[in-house]
């Protein structure tokens, strides 16, 4: 238990840059506080004791505005920023070192008993509000866009966006991700056809960054050459 707190806490500052002090986790994160008991409802549920670990997930729902269910399956390092309004079904499966912003649904789409909700694999991102419906499976370092809808698989690696959601698989988009990640940003998955200015910019900013990167890694190769040739 105490190694999964620490996991916990470290993955906090890793995400959140807002984050300043383990007290201040403790005592002011939602998301940490639902997940931690989560855990408790999760034993309970697996002990059999179905009522009490309801009551104890509805009791964390009034405090966190975080609605997990018991027989949920949740992996280590799980991380839920903000949190308001974040939804859990009973049959979700959510692999390790997921990210969930507030508003994200995993819901189900059917009354049937059996599995009715996603899986998230391993370093899954969802950004805020999004809904992923049904028993879907969302694969390793997958990206869902902010307000995302998705009702079909979304295979390891990319990126789906959009009502209902698609899957980025361009060049542009990886390349795009990659120079947002070494700035230390997030793109938050964005589609590239929007049609907001801001996000336009933004993507111009992002492109721009990236080549101005590579031509000055090619200028800096040159120099190296002019050196070794002017040495020998």
């Not at 990659?178 to 929007?194: H, K, L, N, P, R």
Request: aromatic share 8%; proline share 3%.
């Amino acid at each position: 238990m105490f190694e999964s707190l620490k996991e916990d806490f470290k993955i906090i500052f890793e995400r959140d840059p807002a984050a300043k002090s383990v007290i201040e986790i403790i005592t002011c994160y939602s998301g940490f506080h639902a997940v931690v008991i989560h855990r408790m409802t999760s034993r309970l549920w697996a002990w059999k004791l179905f009522w009490p670990a309801r009551f104890l997930s509805q009791l964390a729902r009034w405090i966190t505005g975080i609605e997990i269910h018991p027989g949920a399956k949740i992996g280590r390092r799980f991380f839920i920023d903000h949190g308001m309004g974040v939804v859990i079904g009973e049959t979700a499966q959510i692999g390790n070192d997921c990210t969930l912003y507030h508003g994200v649904t995993l819901g189900g789409t059917s009354w049937r008993k059996g599995k009715r909700h996603p899986s998230l694999g391993h370093s899954v991102i969802v950004g805020a509000g999004a809904k992923i419906l049904g028993p879907i499976q969302i694969g390793d370092r997958a990206k869902i866009g902010s307000n995302a809808v998705v009702v079909k698989d979304v295979p390891g690696g990319d990126t789906a966006v959009g009502i209902p959601a698609r899957i980025l698989d361009s060049d542009t988009k990886q390349s795009r991700e990659e120079a947002a990640e070494t700035m230390g940003f997030s793109a938050y998955a964005i589609s590239s056809d929007m049609d907001d200015p801001m996000v336009q910019a933004v993507h111009g900013l992002i492109d721009n960054a990236a080549k101005h990167g590579e031509q000055i890694e090619n200028l800096k190769s040159k120099l190296d050459d002019l050196k070794k040739n002017r040495n020998h």
